[in-house]
């Protein structure tokens, strides 16, 4: 049985327009100049906050349908929220001058599947996921650990994959506000990177349509 997917998106749909990253790093650089030491500036760092992530939607609807009898946990400080998608607890990064960021988080969600009293033959693993934004493009990158998968009549459980920190989801629409003491950022859409087609068990090709991810975090 294999799971339906989205086709993957064409490049011009993966690209930020022009007009928002412009108007997004104007944002975040107005808020560097009001915290920045006077006349020099300098990189401020991140603290606090969370971040609201669902990985991909379809893929925790499978997970917990009758097909795959499974479910999915927040691990490490990670909680499911009520809509389903996970929080994770803030973990420091750094906003430059230029308005590029890294943020990143803490914590996990583990999904599993087709549990036939072996163990769960379909498990795939995300913890600490990071934000990079370079002004234009945005990036969540996570360390994913998962189990090759040879379909849902598998008796027993392939061994785990550690295939540390990849570039995950390659995100759309992406809005970048600063207060002065908080960045916010939000997106609308996202892919899955190429990087990570074999460790999501294949499941996926690369494009496919992957879940937004938005955070609020502390400007120190």
Do not use: C
Not at 39 to 56: E, I, R, Y
């Amino acid at each position: 049985m294999s799971l339906t997917t989205t086709p993957p998106t064409t490049d011009r749909a993966r690209r930020t327009p022009r007009g928002l990253a412009a108007t997004a790093s104007a944002a975040v650089l107005g808020a560097v100049l009001a915290l920045a030491p006077s006349p020099a500036l300098a990189d401020t760092g991140l603290s606090g906050g969370s971040a609201d992530w669902g990985v991909k939607e379809s893929f925790r609807t499978y997970v917990t349908s009758f097909i795959a009898q499974g479910d999915y946990v927040g691990v490490d400080g990670a909680t499911v929220t009520a809509a389903g998608t996970v929080d994770f607890p803030g973990a420091g990064g750094t906003l430059a001058t230029d308005g590029s960021f890294d943020a990143a988080f803490s914590g996990g969600v583990v999904f599993t599947g087709h549990d036939y009293g072996n163990g769960p033959v379909l498990e795939v693993q995300v913890h600490d996921p990071r934000v990079e934004f370079d002004g234009t493009d945005a990036v969540v990158h996570a360390r994913v650990v998962s189990r090759t998968f040879d379909g849902p009549f598998q008796t027993s459980p392939n061994p785990l994959v550690d295939y540390g920190e990849i570039a995950v989801t390659e995100l759309t629409g992406e809005s970048v506000t600063g207060t002065g003491t908080e960045l916010s950022f939000t997106s609308t859409g996202g892919s899955l990177h190429a990087d990570a087609v074999d460790a999501f068990a294949g499941f996926y090709s690369a494009g496919t349509a992957m879940d937004p991810i938005s955070f609020t975090v502390t400007t120190d």
